[in-house]
């Protein structure tokens, strides 16, 4: 496949490439010599060209390389996908495979509705494209938690589950089976890659969402501001009646707030380790597979939390198993911590390990093993989203 590809100057459609992943597949592919074109939304403010082209200057992508960068402005909830049907003609034509990274990735149920029309009625006309066509391979980026609501081995085959933490985790099972009875039908190859937690760059930091592992932090950071401006603007009542209180050196902010955390911890894998181990996919899997894109070694909470404490000035806080809290109240600050968490409260007590069977094997050929999610690591990512305003600032940027 992969010299076949060299040869026939393999053109790739890749969806989601204004978002963190899709972006990074992107860039990545288009530096590796493809032909890509991007399947973009406009926003109010930008086109889908220009949204597009923004992200591939934060990219750092040359002039010359982005020649072999196109741009058609379409959207899974479209019928047709893209705007006129000579448009999709023309892509049914040129279409060798596709990478299907878009996806709604919220966690809340409010969305549910949004969420199954993208994940689920957006991939079938994307399906349906690959079907009318010429596409020869379909990849497709799922997440490791379609394992659902479950402990322990989660191996590298289709999840038979039928429990989930959110619609999000629930669609994104059912869009796999999907991808898998459609491209089989119509004699597709099919890859599906499950990444776990993706955080920022482990070298420099950079990253373009702020969810999953930002979130606790943030919230975290949040709640030491509002105590040290009561502290500092009003003689910090509210911050003695909840116990907190600076260290005598003035720069340590005494917050006690146990988080809830079962099991070995958080999979988290590094969005350059992503990147490079979806290339090594993409460019050995010559026959239908399941691969699993996680670190193998889960960071427990309570090393975030010690994370967390030393980089911004904080002592007293602390992961608990539920055993350990034996039911006592939450405080105050507690409970707003996990109202902040809420959605990602099943993935602090995560239990599921993941299967690197088929995957392992492929890294291991291509010389990559996922980085630590070391204290340095841990710092450099964290003083970027701090810079960015937490994507407040990069974020609108596409
Ligand atoms: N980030 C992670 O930690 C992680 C972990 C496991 C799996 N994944 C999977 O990786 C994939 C990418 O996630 P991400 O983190 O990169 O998310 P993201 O940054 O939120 O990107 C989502 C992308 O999907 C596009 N999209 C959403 N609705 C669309 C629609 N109706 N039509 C066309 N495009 C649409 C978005 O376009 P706009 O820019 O126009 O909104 C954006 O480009 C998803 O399939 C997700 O399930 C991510």
Known sequence: ?????????SRLLI?????????????????????????????????????????????????????RLHVVQGDLCHPG??????????????????????????????????IEEVNLRGLERLLDFAA?????????????????????????I????REFHNAYEETKCLAERLVWECCRREGILTVICRPSIVYGHSRTGRSL????????????????????????????ERARAAGVGLDPGGTILHMPLRIQAEGPGIDLV????????????????????????????????????????????????????AADLDGSPRSAIEAAFEQMVDVYRPYMSDRRIFAREKSGPIFARAGL??????????QRCMSYAVDVGWGKTSGQRW
């Not at 992943?21 to 992107?26: D, K, P, Q, V, Y």
């Open 209 to 236: 969402l702020f969810n999953a592992i930002y979130h606790p932090v943030r919230a975290a950071v949040f709640l030491r501001d509002v105590f040290l401006r009561d502290i500092r603007e009003n003689r910090g």
């Open 270 to 321: 590094p969005v350059d380790f992503f990147a490079d181990a979806f290339a090594a996919i993409f460019a050995t899997a010559l026959e239908d597979g399941i691969f699993h894109l996680v670190n193998g070694r889960p960071t427990h909470v309570g090393e975030i939390a010690a994370f967390t404490a030393r980089m911004f000035g904080l002592r007293g806080i602390e992961a608990m198993s």
């Open 15 to 67: 969806t989601g490439g204004t978002g963190f992943l899709g972006s990074h597949i992107a860039a990545r592919l288009l530096q590796d010599g493809f032909e890509i074109t991007l399947l973009a939304r406009p926003s109010p403010e930008a086109t889908a060209e220009q949204r597009v082209q923004r992200i591939m200057d934060w990219h750092d992508i040359p002039a010359d390389t982005r020649r």
């Open 158 to 161: 289709l999840s038979t589950a």
């Open 132 to 156: 009318s066509g010429r596409c020869a391979a379909f990849h497709y980026v799922s997440t490791a938690f379609v394992a659902g609501r479950r402990d322990g081995f989660c191996a590298e």
């Open 81 to 114: 996908l893209v705007p006129d049907a000579a448009t999709r003609c023309r892509l049914l034509a040129e279409v060798d495979e596709i990478i299907h990274c878009a996806s709604e990735t919220s966690f809340v149920e409010r969305k549910r509705v949004q």
């Open 369 to 378: 093993e996922c980085p630590s999610f070391t204290f340095e690591v841990f």
């Open 1 to 9: 496949m992969e010299r076949n590809r060299r040869e026939r100057n």
